[in-house]
Every structure is written in C-alpha cells, then in structure tokens.
C-alpha cells in the first residue's frame, strides 16, 4: 500500500470538511473504515465519502426525520420574488453557499457595512471597500476562499432579485426558503416563528453577564433574538450547529445585531449531541459543562441517527449538562413530550433535575407539519424540585404540582387536567373495577404490503369486504368500501385467522383522538387501521364491555388522561370497568342490543354507564363540558 495514498483523521476530516470527533463517529457507524485497523484511511475512501456526501446519496449522516424523498419548497411567509429566486436556483444548479454569499453581501451594502464599486463580481474581496468592521471582513474573506464559482452572470441576476426585509432575520428566512421541504424535515427543523422565540425569550430572568447557548441554533433566530431582548454581551452569546452554511449566516447576523462593536462570534459549526461538552480528555468544550445560564432552542425533532431514541430529548439532556445551577431553559417541543411513553425517562429527568416553571400549549405553528407543539420553560435545581408548575393554553392559565407528574403512570404530564378534574377522575378510578389487562385478546388488521395490488373498489369473484378505521363508529361499522381475495401467503402481516372469524368480536379505529369501536358478527376482515379486540372480563359480556368503550366517560379519560392520535393497547388496558351486579349488567347489555338494532337509545345507556360510577349531576356535567372543549 502506498504511504502517499493514506491520510490520517485530521487529513481526512479536512478533507471531507467535518472534525475529527465527526470522523470518528462515522467509523463506528460503518460510514468508512480506517486502514488495516489503523485511524489511517486510503485517500480514494474519503473522496468517495466526499463525493457521496455532495451528491446525496449519503444524507442520512447529517439530515434527521422522514420526508426524504420530498423536495417542495416551503415557504414560510411571503418572500418578494422567492419563486424567481428558487426557479433561477434550480434551473441553473446554482450553488447554494455561493447564493446565500451574495445575500449577504447585498444585506452588508444595504446596512452600510461595506461598499463594492462594481456590481459584476461579488466573489473578489479586493473590491470591496469602506469596511466599517474588521470582523465582517475577515467573515467575508474566510467564507469567499471556499467559494469555487465560474459563472457569474447568474449570482448578478440573484442579486437584483433579492429584496432586503426588515426581519432581523432575513439571511435566515431567505436559507429557509431556498432550502427543499426534503432536507428541512430530514434535519427535523423548520423555520421557528419569531412571535414564539420572543415570547419565551421575554420570560427569562435574565443578568447583564448572563451566557446564553443554543446548541442547535441554525440560522441563529435564537441568538438574534437574545442580544435585542436580553441585551447580553456578544461574548456571552454561544451557538453551534452542524450545518456549516447556518453557522455562516449566524455569524453574519450576530455581527449586524451588534452594530459597530468588534468581536468574533462565538458560533461554531459542530455535532452538539456528540461532539460537544462530552467530558472526554481533549474536548475543547468541556468548560461548558454547568456552566451557562440559559440555554434556549427549537431542537431537531425525529429520531436519532445513532438510536431510537428522539433527538429533541438528547438535546434536552445535553443542554441540561450545560447548565448550572440555577439555570434557565426554554425549549419548543412536539406535544407528544407531554404524554408518550417512551419520551417517560426524559420526562423523570426533568422532573427530578429541576423545577417546571411554566408549559404553554401553542398548537401547530409550523407550515406542513401536523404536530402540534408545546413551550417548556425550566430552571436547574438540586433540591426542592417541587411546587406549582404554570399551565397556559390559549387564554387560560392554571396550575398544577410538580409532584402529581411525578406520581403518574410513565410520568404523564397531564396538563389538560386541573385539580377539581384530577379529583374527579381519581373518584372514577376508585370504584371497584375489572381492566382489560390480562383478560383480553389482541389482534392488529391486516398488512398488506401493497393496497394498491391487493385491494379493489369493485367486489370481484370470491373477494371479501375489509374494514378501514374510518368505516368504525360507535357500536356499528358502516358499510365497507374495498374489497380484497383473502389469501395470508401474499400479504406482509396478518393475524391468525380465527380473530377475523370469531363468532363475535370488536373493532376499534386505531388512529384516532377518540374512541370508536364497533361489534361484528359478520366475521369481517380489517385492515391495519382497524385492530381487534376479544375482551374477556369476569362476569363481563363482550356487549356491555362496548358500552363503556363507547361510553362518555371512557372518552374523557381516554382525552384527559392519554390524548395520543393512536388508541394504544397499553392505554386501553388501563380503562376502569366497574363491577356490576346482575341487574345492572343486564339492563346495560338490553339497551346496548337495542343500540345495534338501530333503536337509539345511546343517551340513555350513556346515563346508565355514569351512574355505574356513582357520579353525581354536577361531576357529569363537568365530563360533558369536558369533551366539548
């Protein structure tokens, strides 16, 4: 092997344009191997990573989420000529950093930074003139070196298209929006209003010398805002990302909100989750470890390239590592933080690191994305990690004990619960009661693996109905709308088939923000978004147990306690079934069969349910309003 044709770690992440931890990690995940076992990699190696790196094939190194084969532009706000922009972008391949360059050299002339005496080549530093600071020259000068642009009729032509804005985020607005909907969503990122990083922003209790870090700060909407709200020093301002052009730009926009002061930003480009502060020997970060004041982000969301685990938490629990004692954090997370199981460790964290101060639902606030989103405001603690944590949703503001999270099953915080509610549903729960827990059978519908060959509109010879979630209502199931030859070896996943032919049995839409399950004594087929259930509860008919699935107060629980868009086995087990006698039995299991019957007398079953509970007018009322709201 020739010595020439290896390079060492550092060689080689240059060359790749990453550091060596990056480097490192990507030969434990079997991205490159190093030579013979050595931290020597052949030279054809790292071009072929670099070349699979420009062209896409490997994305997953530094995009997160799904989406990937997505490549909408989508636009955050009304952006002038945004459309002319992209079209010119995508129809002459022009360089993204070599556009966003001239963006900001248009944005630097607009703000007096610099002058150019000629407008038809904006990759010659020489020409610029009349620097009002020696630290955006040397920002410039640094970001040109690794520019490699021929063609400069184009860059000229996106430079008349560019109109300034008045958003103090503009350079990042304008990367937003040039950015496909493919690569935002791999990184788990969108374009974070800036309404919602003001608002939480302006509830931080802050100090002159206070530092403040965002650990996946991107365009720097963060930062930004910290130095005109917190009125921090540049050199307390600290951000990092992976994406090397936002860590640009950040730079860029750090400097023009400090107008005439001279500084190098604190901003790097660098793997926060496995790079930063790590606490390994040699890590230049580890100085940060507790030691900021207040960190505050919209993390990626999505999965982790290395685990399962979501990447929102692993930013939680690194920024946690930054902070000291007494510090401050504020983060946008997805809702399902609230209430999903497999987020309980953090939510544990959280709860025994430090003090909830406050929780604001917001909704969905971001274009295409259907997750609505929550704001978490947190302070570091070791002790006393207790007292009222501040609920607000919309204009309604109440409080709840730290301590009752602590108490829930999974560490739930259910802040759509008060305490007259949490009072109520701990009566629901006293009643002596059976659960679906160990006393029923499971079935999820059928896989198919390709609807498109399988399923029909049209009921051919020997083909069957099959049940969708949305053919599922209360009790009954409308009539079906696809048909499908049943033949188990062709499809992907499918139950044993005595669950699809029990004499009698449940459906229940899976996806969904309510109960809705169904009797069947057809012996019907379901797809996977209708699963089965056989309950089998003591001295509890399969009838009656559909009443209280079905049952108003069986929807607030499931509202107030679980408020997932999947009706979960896990959830459903915890369901209170009371023990009835035999005359409440029957009388339940008459009126469910005239139900079926279509002789509706759903109100009166729904009364007959509540005062299995023994609940009195007003708690009822309360659950109706409830499930009104």
Not at 120 to 137: E, I, P, S, T, Y
Not at 515 to 529: H, I, M, P, W
Request: net charge neutral.
């Amino acid at each position: 092997m020739n010595a020439t044709h290896l390079l060492s770690i550092n060689q080689a992440a240059e060359m790749v344009g990453i550091s060596a931890a990056t480097m490192r990690n990507w030969v434990k995940a079997g991205h490159i191997s190093s030579a013979k076992h050595h931290p020597l990699f052949m030279k054809n190696d790292v071009l072929e990573l670099k070349n699979n790196l420009a062209n896409g094939e490997l994305q997953k190194l530094t995009h997160r989420a799904n989406k990937t084969s997505s490549k909408e532009n989508v636009l955050p706000v009304q952006f002038s000529n945004i459309q002319k922009i992209i079209a010119l972008v995508n129809q002459q391949n022009l360089d993204l950093n070599a556009v966003l360059f001239v963006a900001v050299i248009k944005l630097l002339i607009y703000e007096n930074e610099v002058s150019l005496s000629h407008l038809g080549n904006f990759f010659q530093v020489d020409l610029f003139g009349n620097w009002q600071r020696q630290a955006l020259k040397i920002e410039i000068e640094h970001w040109q070196k690794e520019l490699n642009v021929f063609e400069h009729n184009h860059y000229v032509a996106i430079y008349d298209l560019i109109v300034i804005t008045n958003d103090n985020d503009f350079l990042g607005l304008l990367y937003q929006c040039l950015s496909n909907e493919g690569s935002k969503s791999n990184k788990g990122s969108y374009y974070t209003p800036s309404k919602l990083v003001e608002n939480s922003l302006r509830e931080i209790t802050h100090f002159a010398n206070d530092t403040f870090l965002d650990p996946c700060c991107g365009a720097g909407k963060y930062l930004i805002q910290a130095a005109k709200i917190l009125k921090l020093k540049p050199e307390n301002i600290i951000g990092f990302d992976i994406d090397a052009l936002a860590v640009k730009i950040t730079r860029i926009n750090l400097l023009l909100a400090y107008k005439e002061i001279e500084f190098s930003p604190r901003i790097y480009c660098l793997d926060a989750l496995n790079e930063l502060a790590t606490g390994e020997i040699f890590c230049e970060t580890n100085n940060l470890i507790n030691a900021i004041d207040i960190v505050a982000t919209n993390p990626p969301w999505g999965a982790s390239k290395n685990n399962s685990t979501e990447t929102f938490s692993l930013f939680l629990l690194k920024s946690l590592s930054l902070l000291k004692e007494g510090g401050q954090l504020s983060f946008i997370l997805p809702e399902s933080i609230l209430n999903v199981k497999t987020h309980s460790t953090i939510r544990h964290t959280l709860l025994t690191q430090g003090k909830i101060l406050k929780i604001t639902k917001l909704g969905r606030q971001f274009p295409g994305v259907f997750t609505p989103v929550i704001r978490l405001d947190f302070v570091k603690k070791s002790k006393n990690c207790e007292g009222l944590v501040t609920i607000q949703n919309d204009k309604t503001v109440f409080y709840i004990e730290q301590n009752r999270f602590l108490a829930n099953s999974n560490y739930i915080f259910d802040i759509d619960v008060s305490a007259d509610e949490a009072e109520l549903l701990q009566k629901i729960y006293a009643i002596p009661h059976q659960t679906l827990f160990q006393h029923a059978e499971w079935a999820l519908g059928i896989v198919t693996g390709d609807n498109k060959k399988h399923l029909s509109e049209i009921q051919n010879e020997n083909a069957e109905p099959i049940l969708r979630g949305a053919d599922i209502e209360a009790f009954r199931v409308n009539e079906a709308k696809l048909f499908v030859h049943f033949e188990p070896k062709n499809f992907q996943q499918i139950a044993p088939e005595r669950f699809f032919r029990m004499p009698e049995k449940l459906i229940y839409r899976f996806i969904s923000k309510i109960l809705a399950f169904a009797y069947d004594d057809k012996q019907r087929l379901t797809l996977n978004s209708a699963n089965i259930l056989i309950p089998k509860i003591p001295n509890l008919s399969l009838k009656v147990t559909l009443a209280y699935l079905n049952s108003s107060v069986f929807q607030y629980l499931f509202k107030k306690q679980f408020s997932t868009h999947k009706v979960l086995r896990g959830d459903l087990e915890k369901l209170p079934f009371p023990i009835l006698n035999t005359a409440q039995h029957d009388e339940i299991e008459i009126m469910v069969e005239s139900v079926l019957n279509d002789n509706c007398r759903c109100k009166e079953l729904d009364a007959l349910i509540f005062s299995t509970f023994n609940l009195t007018n007003t708690e009822i009322t309360t659950i109706k309003m409830g499930l009104k709201t």
